[in-house]
């Protein structure tokens, strides 16, 4: 994904360092080996392990340099509109139930606004759109902002148990 983003010669650029690397790579692994069987020896230990590390750091560099588009060659920047405002719904949880002023809502985009009124955490997922508060303490609220289709809309607590102990409460969005 980030090479079909680079300009023609960022990519040169990268292809021709990471192909430096990696003829060094398999030069030093078979060619050197087999040509001197002691390979790097006694003496030469160090200034292979040099050698290692400038090839690794002209790499990374490389990546670093090249592989960083400037504004004006990347795409181009869009603004967009911005979202219609959110209704917001108070919603209150409680041991263990869930309250909405009203459960019958139309389409469009809603702020829940999500009050623990009870003494233990709490939350509230949209079981049809994969979304959730985080837990809410005692006292606290959180907000979910979610955009809501025609259908009907699941709101539950995914605390283990208090699903089945009754807090759900049913939407319909017309």
């Not at 060659?73 to 209704?87: L, N």
Request: glycine residues 8%; hydrophobic residues 50%; positive net charge.
């Amino acid at each position: 994904m980030l090479l079909a983003g680079l300009t023609t010669g960022h990519k040169i650029g990268l292809g021709a360092v990471g192909f430096a690397f990696i003829l060094f790579a398999l030069w030093s692994s078979f060619v050197a080996s087999r040509r001197w069987p002691n390979f790097p020896g006694k003496n030469g230990l160090g200034p292979f392990v040099i050698v290692c590390f400038v090839a690794f750091a002209a790499m990374i560099s490389a990546v670093m340099v090249l592989a960083r588009e400037s504004e004006a060659k990347g795409a181009p920047k869009t603004t967009a509109a911005p979202a219609a405002p959110a209704k917001q719904v108070q919603v209150q949880e409680k041991e263990f139930a869930i309250v909405l002023p009203s459960t019958k809502l139309t389409a469009g985009r809603y702020a829940f606004v999500v009050k623990n009124v009870g003494k233990i955490q709490h939350d509230v997922a949209v079981q049809e759109l994969s979304a959730k508060t985080p837990l809410i303490s005692p006292g606290q609220s959180a907000t979910l902002t979610v955009t809501l289709a025609k259908g009907t809309y699941t709101l539950y607590c995914t605390v283990p148990g208090h699903r089945a102990a009754g807090m759900v409460a049913k939407v319909t969005v017309s």
